[in-house]
């Protein structure tokens, strides 16, 4: 009880506190980053050889994000608890395994990092309140899904639909916007960037989006309504574009080639949650509604 009372007390050891905890939840979703795809390709294979009437291929042995424990992917030697604390370890040991020299990728530290300056800067806002745990569970989350979509160019249903749900269950109560409203956000969230990728693929004859893509708009709709799921289309169109261009200029990619767009996506979501009203205001008085 008396943590609890320091903890509201005392913002700067809040602060510490979320932040350090935020880091120690980062390594879990490296973890996350690493092995859910693993484990959705896993199950795509296993009914696909269902479908098939083949003899499974996959390999039964227990995976997941619990078990087994962490290991170097290349040696397969586990990592000890000392070596696996959040951004130091990585520093110690200079991006490289211990045992066999394989170098660690970058993105570990960096999802530490973030997990970690994302959950204090929420708790700054917030204080200690279940605002700031609801909102760190949703940095977390997306933190995961940008480096995902990053890698793989998947955006997973057992990220986005679970967090699409906890949204319309949270505005039940009018956590961020009253419950209409989150249902009307996720609906123009799905629909409005559905409508606009049928069109640029009748047009293009090339898909512009993805259903992941849909569903992650939809999320940010059920969180912060209708306004939100508009502003992150808007903005992370803007954003995408803009980056787009420049790659292909730069040529570091080809004009036809696939770019991931679940990250500009979640970062613009994620800013909506501060500046959103500040945005939304700005953009109604230059359409002048």
């Not at 998947?154 to 906890?166: G, S």
Request: charge should be positive; aromatic fraction near 14%.
């Amino acid at each position: 009880m008396n943590i609890i009372n320091e903890l509201q007390n005392n913002h700067d050891v809040l602060l510490v506190v979320i932040g350090f905890f935020g880091l120690i939840v980062g390594s879990f979703v490296n973890v996350t980053i690493y092995r859910l795809p693993i484990m959705l390709k896993a199950v795509w294979h296993k009914e696909c050889e269902m479908f098939l009437h083949q003899e499974p291929k996959v390999s039964s042995a227990r995976f997941n994000l619990l078990y087994p424990r962490s290991h170097c992917p290349q040696c397969k030697k586990l990592v000890p608890w000392w070596l696996n604390i959040p951004v130091v370890s990585y520093l110690v040991l200079r991006g490289h395994c211990k045992n066999c020299g394989a170098k660690i990728p970058w993105h570990y530290p960096v999802v530490e990092l973030s997990s970690g300056i994302g959950a204090a800067v929420i708790a700054a806002i917030y204080g200690f309140s279940l605002m700031t745990l609801v909102l760190c569970t949703l940095t977390w989350a997306l933190i995961a899904l940008i480096f995902i979509d990053l890698e793989h160019k998947l955006i997973p249903d057992n990220i986005t639909l679970p967090l699409l749900w906890l949204g319309l269950l949270l505005n039940a109560e009018t956590m961020f916007v009253p419950p209409a409203t989150a249902i009307m956000g996720a609906i123009v969230g799905y629909l409005l960037p559905w409508l606009i990728a049928r069109l640029f693929k009748m047009v293009r004859k090339v898909e512009g989006m993805g259903y992941g893509d849909f569903k992650l708009f939809a999320m940010f709709g059920a969180w912060f309504g209708w306004q939100s799921a508009i502003l992150t289309l808007i903005f992370s169109a803007l954003i995408g574009s803009i980056i787009g261009v420049t790659l292909v200029l730069c040529k570091k990619y080809r004009l036809q080639q696939e770019l991931p767009f679940g990250p500009y996506i979640a970062i613009v979501g994620w800013l909506n949650i501060f500046y959103g009203q500040q945005l939304w205001m700005w953009y109604t008085n230059i359409l002048g509604w």
